[in-house]
């Protein structure tokens, strides 16, 4: 871990691109990683490079630092729960990269922290923010990663009332995409919780008509 930690602070994009493929085998077998979290502040360290990568302007080390924080998720579980704040942001601007690789992979990402780090209702109450992200298309992503979400764990694990709001406000939107999402994803809510819905929306002042 020590060598990782240095390793992942390099700058040069193929020196990068090893690293991150040495890391994905380290952390693809415990009996070579035993040392992973015997530094806490190592760990931190290393998670918030990995971000960074994220965050590159470079398509590919942005999906290998979406894989190798995939990885981590693998292996912490409940344990990378602290991270989830560090990540969510940089996985909310990736659901607006261009590339539709990486908006499929920031996506998985959150939906793979959903599974494994915490319950949905707690990244969500992060993610919600992405409702007012400036890139119309990571305002689309959320809508649309609330799709996801309530196909794979139905209304049960989510606050809906606190969510709903954001796609009335969505309805709105400057971009016909996001409109688009944001009807797709009430549509979802409807399916899962039926006319309480409906009478909520009439509440907030949506047409009936709409």
Same mark, same amino acid.
């Given at each position: 871990?020590?060598?990782?930690?240095?390793?992942?602070?390099?700058?040069?994009?193929?020196r990068?691109?090893?690293v991150?493929?040495?890391l994905?085998?380290?952390l693809?077998d415990?009996a070579r990683?035993?040392?992973?979290?015997q530094?806490?502040q190592r760990?931190?360290?290393?998670?918030?490079?990995?971000t960074?990568w994220?965050? $590159? $302007?470079?398509f590919? /080390?942005a999906?290998?630092?979406? !894989?190798? #924080?995939? %990885?981590?998720? !693998?292996? #912490? %579980? =409940?344990?990378?729960?602290?991270y989830?704040?560090?990540?969510? @942001?940089?996985?909310?601007?990736?659901?607006g990269d261009?590339?539709?690789q /990486?908006?499929?992979?920031?996506?998985?990402l959150?939906l793979?922290?959903?599974?494994?780090? %915490?319950p949905?209702?707690?990244?969500?109450?992060? @993610?919600?923010?992405?409702f007012?992200?400036?890139?119309?298309?990571?305002?689309? =992503?959320?809508?649309?990663?609330?799709?996801?979400?309530?196909n794979?764990? =139905?209304?049960q694990?989510?606050?809906?009332?606190?969510?709903v709001?954001?796609l009335? /406000? %969505?309805? =709105?939107?400057?971009?016909?995409?996001?409109?688009? &999402?944001?009807? #797709? &994803?009430?549509?979802?809510?409807?399916?899962?919780?039926?006319?309480?819905?409906?009478?909520?929306?009439?509440?907030?002042?949506?047409?009936?008509?709409?």
């Open positions: 871990m020590d060598y990782f930690c240095e390793q992942v602070q390099q700058k040069d994009v193929g990068r691109m090893q991150g493929q040495e994905l085998e380290y693809s415990p990683s035993p040392d992973l979290e530094d806490q760990l931190d360290k290393v998670i918030d490079e990995l960074a994220v965050n $590159s $302007s470079n590919k /080390v999906l290998l630092g979406l !894989d190798v #924080l995939g %990885a981590f998720v !693998d292996r #912490l %579980a =409940g344990r990378f729960k602290p989830i704040g560090t990540v969510l @942001l940089p996985l909310i601007d990736r659901m261009a590339k539709d /990486v908006r499929e992979q920031a996506q998985n959150i793979k922290l959903m599974s494994e780090a %915490a949905p209702m707690y990244i969500w109450e992060r @993610l919600a923010v992405g007012k992200h400036k890139n119309y298309r990571s305002r689309e =992503g959320v809508c649309l990663c609330l799709v996801a979400t309530l794979i764990y =139905g209304a694990p989510l606050i809906l009332s606190k969510l709001p954001h009335c /406000v %969505a309805f =709105g939107d400057s971009n016909s995409q996001v409109r688009d &999402a944001a009807i #797709l &994803a009430i549509v979802e809510v409807y399916r899962h919780v039926g006319e309480k819905v409906r009478i909520d929306l009439t509440k907030r002042g949506i047409p009936p008509g709409r």
